[in-house]
Each structure stands twice: as structure tokens, then as C-alpha cells.
């Protein structure tokens, strides 16, 4: 049995509520868990729910409030201002000081803005946190129109919410085609019909150039890189985020984009780690990109850091890469490594519905038939038999012929794997 | 945020506006609604044909048609836009008149006087229809049958027209408007007519409490043929097909695809089915309450036996209080007033959950010997709690699905919405090939390969 530590955690969302969850499963330590958003650990995936009355702010508590006392992990609703390095310590806004023995920093991100002219006014936000929520609530009351900037998961998310209020939404994406960073060019372009059958003033290769103000210094329109001007009283800017970290100034933790941490989590100092979001790996694995913000490498890491403090040095390994996301109406899941553009040695099939809705695509190494990964629109795969098949190198001849196993889709579902043909 | 509490608009202040054949639709309900009101202030009982067709089958037409096409001007995918923004939905000032009258109308069905209900403009609006078809005069029975198999029918299009992206629920919400339809409603409704026992083939013992009575028994006997062939059937149906069709499919197979509770639930209460309590606290008192039901009837059909083969000896007075309390307190006040009159404050499975024998039963053989289980897929959970909200049956889904654990609970009737609503495509509904393979605890997210606690593929 290690001696009690006292744990302090900045940040209560899913890496810093993993850790806390699984530091107490693994031992006796004193956690504190600090936030300055909300009181209690909530879904921030499920923010656009809220908005649209698919559920209350209360729904989206995945543990009910007597958990964290149950469990004993101390909730902190403060600001962290300063981590003091030397002696150990964190200053909170209200002048506070506590001290650790482990800090785990899991602050999560904040919105991009590129220096927009208007880009500070009322009525112009990313969507992140709990207070983006309220005041995209505040501020879409009764609004004739909203443009959202960013062709990505979040700008599609703010797409829809703003759509389930009846408010036309004009839509600038700057690449050629939605997402086409990451998705391959049939994937986004079924993205791109779907978003313009939701009515979406879908404006592709278009970028921002800034938001004009009317007297009372609210958003009354945007202008665009081609000169137009959309009238619109909420402007949604959905430009990517990056680490928030700017509170860790002076504190001597070294940090680049986000904060810089080792295979074990751990920063420049042995008893502080950085997770999620915020974390900047010194060395990513290979295929792997430094900062990945996404929900489950924050749950990841969070089990990781977890083992760790507990006496059990680990390696953060995320092993077979796998996101997915909702586009309206459309799902997506994709496991493995499927890039916008195929990489040199790697082939793909790729099968459409003639709705043209639902989709497969299927990455393999030329030389050895190996699958590499998949890309599913409107289906949904099983994800153990798609990590076990790209982990055991299969043939795309032996997956193709055995689709079926992967099949996840409910009963009495179209069974997608007679229809589909490479 | 300002949303919370009364609001008096009847809608969303988000939803979408109407259209002329929505606008139609709601005119012609409300114009025929109005007729039928009218009518049951007497006018109704001197000429039941107008009032039933212009009124009671005009109100019904125009719903329909503001139903079908209200959903079929959006298009395919999960509806549940506004649902906590509406009075309605969200416990608000319409929840609860709607509430207050669904339980009022409950409370005069049970316990309203016969002179009340007889001759009664509300029943006689219903003569047309049921001398036409059945040759028999209505009773509140038969106008409490009607009314009820319509709900679910109309609610039934509703639910398909909502849930179309999904094939299981299109063939699941058939089903149960079939054996309302049928089994229900139109085979007792015959059998009566032609002077047979009423007999609902969809119902049997122990949610049928008195199915096994001996006093009923012994009225099957000597009803013939007939009635001993119901007997046997009855008996099957409880304690042979129960079992075998749970070992393979789950309860599903009943709760949320033949039992009529279960599709009201499913059809006229799907509105609701969001208002479940999802607390650890509702679970305890659920477990207690449920099974608690199951041993009061169990018990009591034994005492009735007993004191049956004892001609009355010594429990005689005892079993048949029992009778009359459990008549009294479960088979009307839990299920019928509570379990669909606090439709919209309690969520709509309130009786399935808390109440019913049946349910109980079915729940001990599907936790225990089932092949039926929620799959969660890998790791791809992002507790969003959709799955959660939209349990009618309370159960916290997303518990599970965020560990990668699969669902074996007793009370999953195995409706299949949080596979339905779920944004992630993570949860689906499976028959395995044994019960044995069921539970697998998963600490660490799938595909977290530092940590070596995960079990085998």
C-alpha cells in the first residue's frame, strides 16, 4: 500500500473525470477535481442535444451528484490562475492556494479565432463548453438568420442545432468540399448533398473574411472572401480548437502547441501530467498525430495516467485508431487509418448505396492485401472485428467475403453485405 | 436557461410552423372534436350515427392526417427536436392536464356506477359501431376496448412514421398494432357476440391474473370445447411458450411486441417515454415493488387453490379479501389509473416497470436464462446520454455502454430505442447463441492497448 497522495485534477471532463474515476478504483489517494465551467462532470458531446431539446443539461451527467461524494473526489468549482512550479502549488482566482503531490492538468481547449475583424462581438462563438451553450441559447433567440464558418465536426453540429430552431443557416466552408481534409473526396460529397437536402445555404471554397457590427456592437453580418455580404445575427466559428493552456504562462511546464508530455503522460516535472485535449505528445506513435482532441484518447489517457500515479508505470499506447461522429442524419465510423488521399502502396474499394447515403470503404496495402481501415457512412461496423482484422494484417479478399461479421446494424436492417459490391 | 417550467403554448415555441395540410388536419380535429363534445351533452344519444361518424371518426381522420403529414415533412432520422422544450413532453402545463384528465377518465371507468356509464351519451355514441360489427350493444368496456385499440393504431402510424430509419421498429410497432388489433380487440369482441367466453389470446396468466383462478377455471371447464381448449392454451402460453420464447428472444418478445400495455406505451406513449426516473433510487424501490407484485399473486392464485380443494375451510375468507384487494389496488389503481393516467408525468412503462407480474417474470427468466442482450460496440461510447433519456424503462443505458459492457436487465422490455437514438452507432439488440456469454465486465475502453486488463476479442 503507497502513502496517501493528494491528487489535484484542473479540468472535470472526460480525461480528468477518467482519471479521477480510476485513480479511486486504484487506490486511497486524495483527489481533488477543480473546474471553473460547471459543477459536476457532464457529456460535452452532447452540448447540441441540450440546445435542440433532445435532453436537459441534467441528462447529460453521466453519474448522479452523490457519486463524487460517495466516492470521495473532492468537486472544486474555481479558476485555476497560476500552477506554482516550486512549491507545488495551485493558486485559485479567489486567491486560494492548494498544494499537491500530483497534479494532473486536463483543461481541455478553446475555439480558434483567427484575428477576424468583428470576430469578439456579440453574437459571434465557437461551441465548446457549457457557457458556449447559453450564450448560443441567449443569443439565437429570434434570429432571422446564422452563418457558420468551418467545415468540420463542430461547424456541422452548430449547422444542425441551429436548423432544429427553424433559423436559415448559410454554411462557408473553406476547402472545396466538407471536412476533405480527412474525409476521401465520396465520403465528403455525400456530406456535401446531405447538408444542402437540410435546405443549408452550403457555400464550399468560401472563407471569412469579417463580421460587421451594428450600433450596439453585435453581429449583423458577415463578409466574405469574395466581398459578399450575408446579413445574419449570430455567426458560428467552428475553425478548430487548440489546447487551452495560456493559465500555465511562467509556470515552467514546457509546453509548444499544447502542453509537451512523454510516453507516461508526464510533463517536465515528474508530478505533473497532462491529458486530453490540452496534451501535446513529445513523441506520437506512428500514424498518430501529437495533439489528438478527441473523446476517447482523453478517456484513454485518463485510464492511463490512472495506472501510473497508482504505482503501475504505463505507457499510453491508444492502440488501433477509431472515431466517429453524426452528420445530421448521417452516422460515421471509421476504424483504422483512412487518410482524404490515399497514401503511396495503399488501394481502396469503396461501395455507395444508390441513394447515395450509406457507404463502405475499405483501405489495403497493395503489396500485401493487408486492410488498413474503414470508413462507414450510414452503416455501422463492429468495431472489435475491424480492430482484429487490421491488427492481424487480414486480406481485404478474406474481409470482403466475410463483411458480414462486422455487420452491427440492428435486426431487420437491410443486410448491407449482399448489396455491396466493390 | 429561461426554458424551464409552465409555459402555455401547447408546442415548442422552436417547432416548425404548419402547413396547409397540417392546418387542415388540426381544423377538421377540433371542429369534429367540438361536434362530439356537443353530442355528449345528450344530443349524441338520440342520433349516435352522426356524432360517431361526423364527430368521433372526423376527430380521429383530421389527427391522423395532421400526424402523418407533420412527420412525413421531415425527413428520415432520430425526431426528437424539442421534446424537453414542450409543455407537453416536459411535465408542463399541458403534461399535466392531460395527465390530470387521462386519470380522471380511468377513475370514472373503474369505479363509475353502471347508471353513470349506461345509457350514457359517450357509450351510445359507440352503438353504431359495435351493433354493426358485433351485433351486441356497447358497454364501457367495449367503448374502453375501441378507444384503446385506436390509440394505438393512429399512435402506431405515428411511431412508424417517426422511427423510419429504422426497420426494427417499423416491423416491432406492427406487430403490436396486430395483436391489438386482432387479439385484442376484434377476436374477443366476436367470440362475445357469438355468445363465447371473451377470451384474449394476447394475455395470460399472471398479468391475466385471474386467468388461472379456479374460479375461472372452473368456468372454462364447463364452457366446453371451447373452453377447455382455452384452459390448455392459457396454461401453455404461461408456463411452456413464456420460457422457451424468453430463453431465445429476450422478453421482448412480449413486452414491446404483443402485449397491449406494452404498445400503448410504444404507440400513444411514446411522447412521454422520456419522463422514466433514471435514478439508482428508482431501480431499488422498482425491485422491490415489482417482484413484490409477482409473490402477492403467486401467493394468492395458490391460497384460491388451496382453499378451492378445502371447499372454503380455512382460508376461505382470507384468499377471497386477498382477491378483492389485489383486484382493487393492482389490477385497477396500479395498472390501469397510474400506469397510463400519469402517461405524461411518470413516463409511460410506469406499470411495466414497477407493476406488472407478468413483466416480473418474464424479467427473472430474461436476466437469468436468456440468449437476449444489449451489445455495445467497442469503445465508440461517448456518453451522451440519448440512450439513457429515451429508456422508458429507466434503466442509465449509458452505464453500460460507456464501459463496453453489455445490458442484461431484467426489466429491458427490448423496445430497441436506444439503439435507435443512439448518435454513435453504438448499441444493438442480439440473440447470442448462449446465455452463458453475457456478461462482460470491461473496465478499460476497448482499444486502449497500454493497459492490459482487457479480456480476450
Known amino acids: 500500500m503507497t502513502a496517501q497522495k493528494h491528487i489535484i485534477i484542473i479540468g472535470n471532463g472526460i480525461a480528468g473525470i477518467t482519471a479521477a474515476r480510476h485513480i479511486r478504483k486504484r487506490s486511497d489517494h486524495h483527489i481533488t477535481v477543480i473546474s471553473a465551467e460547471t459543477d459536476h462532470f457532464f457529456s460535452r458531446t452532447a452540448l447540441m442535444y441540450i440546445y435542440m431539446g433532445h435532453m436537459k443539461y441534467e441528462h447529460t451527467k453521466p453519474y448522479e451528484d452523490w457519486f463524487w461524494d460517495k466516492n470521495s473526489i473532492i468537486l472544486k468549482r474555481a479558476y485555476v490562475s497560476k500552477v506554482e512550479t516550486n512549491s507545488n502549488s495551485i493558486l485559485l482566482d479567489s486567491g486560494e492556494r492548494l498544494t499537491y503531490d500530483e497534479l494532473i492538468i486536463a483543461t481541455g481547449s478553446v475555439s480558434n479565432k483567427f484575428g477576424w475583424t468583428g470576430q469578439d462581438l456579440k453574437g459571434v462563438q465557437g461551441l465548446y463548453n457549457y457557457q458556449d ?5 441567449a443569443d439565437t433567440k429570434g434570429i432571422e438568420r446564422a452563418v457558420v464558418v468551418g467545415g468540420g465536426l463542430i461547424g456541422i453540429e452548430m449547422v444542425e442545432m441551429l436548423l432544429s430552431r427553424q433559423i436559415p443557416v448559410t454554411f462557408l466552408v473553406r476547402e472545396a468540399s466538407f471536412w476533405d481534409n480527412v474525409l476521401p473526396k465520396e465520403e465528403s460529397e455525400i456530406i456535401n448533398r446531405h447538408i444542402r437536402s437540410h435546405h443549408v445555404d452550403l457555400r464550399l471554397k468560401t472563407d471569412l473574411k469579417e463580421i460587421l457590427s451594428d450600433e450596439k456592437g453585435t453581429a449583423r453580418a458577415v463578409l466574405t472572401g469574395d466581398g459578399e455580404e450575408i446579413a445574419c445575427q449570430f455567426v458560428g466559428l467552428a475553425v478548430g480548437v487548440h489546447p487551452n493552456i495560456s493559465f500555465l504562462k511562467d509556470s515552467g511546464i514546457e509546453t509548444d502547441k499544447g502542453i509537451l508530455v512523454n510516453e507516461k503522460l508526464q510533463t517536465n516535472f515528474s508530478n505533473i501530467y497532462a491529458l486530453g485535449d490540452c496534451a501535446q505528445l513529445r513523441q506520437p506513435r506512428e500514424a498518430r498525430r501529437a495533439i489528438e482532441a478527441v473523446w476517447y484518447t482523453g478517456k484513454m489517457m485518463g485510464e492511463t495516467v490512472a495506472a501510473t500515479i497508482c504505482g503501475n508505470q504505463t505507457d499510453y499506447n491508444p492502440g488501433i485508431w477509431f472515431n466517429s461522429a453524426k452528420f445530421m442524419d448521417i452516422e460515421y465510423q471509421t476504424y483504422g487509418y483512412v487518410s482524404a488521399q490515399l497514401k503511396e502502396g ?11 447515403v450509406r457507404s463502405i470503404r475499405i483501405v489495403f496495402q497493395s503489396a500485401t492485401k493487408s486492410v488498413v481501415g474503414f470508413n462507414a457512412f450510414g452503416i455501422r461496423l463492429r468495431h472489435k472485428v475491424c480492430e482484429q482484422w487490421i491488427k492481424t494484417g487480414t486480406s481485404v479478399d478474406e474481409v470482403v467475403s466475410s463483411l458480414k461479421k462486422a455487420n452491427f446494424n440492428p435486426e431487420f436492417f437491410k443486410k448491407f453485405e449482399k448489396e455491396v459490391i466493390f | 436557461m429561461s426554458r424551464e417550467g409552465f409555459s402555455i403554448s401547447l408546442a415548442s415555441p422552436y417547432a416548425p410552423g404548419m402547413d396547409g395540410i397540417q392546418k387542415f388536419g388540426i381544423a377538421l380535429f377540433v371542429v369534429a372534436l367540438l361536434f362530439t363534445v356537443i353530442g355528449l351533452f345528450g344530443p349524441a344519444a338520440n342520433d ?4 360517431f361518424y361526423l364527430g368521433f371518426i372526423g376527430s380521429v381522420v383530421g389527427l391522423s392526417i395532421y400526424t402523418v403529414r407533420t412527420y412525413l415533412n421531415r425527413p428520415a432520422g432520430v425526431q426528437n427536436n424539442h421534446i424537453f422544450t414542450s409543455s407537453l413532453t416536459n411535465r408542463g402545463l399541458w403534461g399535466w392536464a392531460l395527465g390530470i384528465f387521462l386519470t380522471g377518465f380511468y377513475v370514472a371507468l373503474y369505479w363509475g356506477s353502471d347508471e353513470m356509464w349506461n345509457g350514457s351519451p359517450l357509450v351510445l355514441l359507440f352503438n353504431p359501431l359495435s351493433q354493426g360489427l358485433f351485433n351486441h350493444p356497447p358497454d364501457r368496456w367495449f367503448l374502453y376496448s375501441f378507444i384503446y385499440t385506436v390509440s394505438i393504431l393512429i399512435m402506431g402510424v405515428r411511431a412508424i412514421l417517426k422511427y423510419r430509419h429504422s426497420n426494427y421498429q417499423i416491423v416491432r410497432t406492427c406487430s403490436i398494432m396486430f395483436f391489438q388489433l386482432g387479439f385484442a380487440f376484434l377476436i374477443p369482441q366476436f367470440l362475445k357476440s357469438m355468445s363465447q367466453p371473451e377470451y384474449y389470446f394476447s394475455y395470460f396468466w399472471p398479468l391475466d391474473y385471474a386467468r388461472l383462478f379456479p374460479s375461472t377455471v372452473d368456468g372454462m371447464l364447463s364452457g366446453g370445447t371451447i373452453g377447455i381448449w382455452m384452459l390448455i ?3 401453455i402460453l404461461t408456463f411452456i411458450a413464456t420460457p422457451i420464447l424468453t430463453y431465445f428472444f429476450g422478453k421482448r418478445w412480449y413486452c414491446s411486441w404483443v402485449c ?7 404507440t400513444a406513449g411514446d411522447p412521454f417515454r422520456q419522463l422514466s426516473d433514471k435514478s439508482i433510487k428508482a431501480w431499488k424501490i422498482e425491485r422491490w ?10 401467493v394468492l392464485t395458490i391460497l384460491l387453490w388451496v382453499n378451492s380443494f378445502l371447499e372454503g375451510g380455512i382460508f376461505g375468507s382470507i384468499s377471497h379479501a386477498l382477491t378483492k384487494v389485489y383486484a382493487f389496488l393492482i389490477g385497477q ?18 406499470w411495466c416497470r414497477f407493476g406488472c407480474p407478468m413483466a416480473a417474470y418474464l424479467g427473472l427468466l430474461q436476466k437469468y436464462f436468456s440468449r437476449f442482450r444489449i451489445t455495445t460496440n467497442g469503445g465508440q461510447c461517448i456518453s451522451c446520454g440519448n440512450c439513457s433519456t429515451y429508456c422508458e424503462m429507466g434503466i442509465d443505458v449509458q452505464a453500460y455502454a460507456q464501459r463496453g459492457e453489455n445490458i442484461v436487465r431484467a426489466s429491458c422490455v427490448g423496445c430497441g430505442i436506444c439503439s435507435t437514438v ?16 453475457r456478461e462482460n465486465a470491461n473496465p478499460i475502453t476497448f482499444g486502449n492497448d497500454g493497459i492490459g486488463l482487457r479480456k480476450g476479442i
Not at chain 1, 346 to 356: A, I, M
Open chain 1, 133 to 137: 451553450l447559453e450564450s448560443m441559447e
Open chain 1, 346 to 356: 495503399e488501394e481502396s474499394l469503396y461501395w455507395e448505396s444508390k441513394d447515395g
Open chain 2, 48 to 51: 349516435p350515427e352522426l356524432f
Open chain 2, 233 to 235: 392454451i392459457s396454461a
Open chain 2, 260 to 266: 397491449g400495455c406494452g404498445g400503448l406505451a410504444n
Open chain 2, 289 to 298: 415493488m415489482i417482484h413484490s407484485v409477482l409473490v402477492f399473486i403467486t
Open chain 2, 333 to 350: 389503481a396500479f395498472a390501469g389509473v397510474v400506469g397510463v393516467g400519469f402517461y405524461p408525468l411518470l413516463g409511460t412503462r410506469v
Open chain 2, 422 to 437: 443512439c448518435p454513435r452507432g453504438v448499441l444493438n439488440l442480439e440473440n447470442g447463441s448462449t446465455h452463458t456469454d
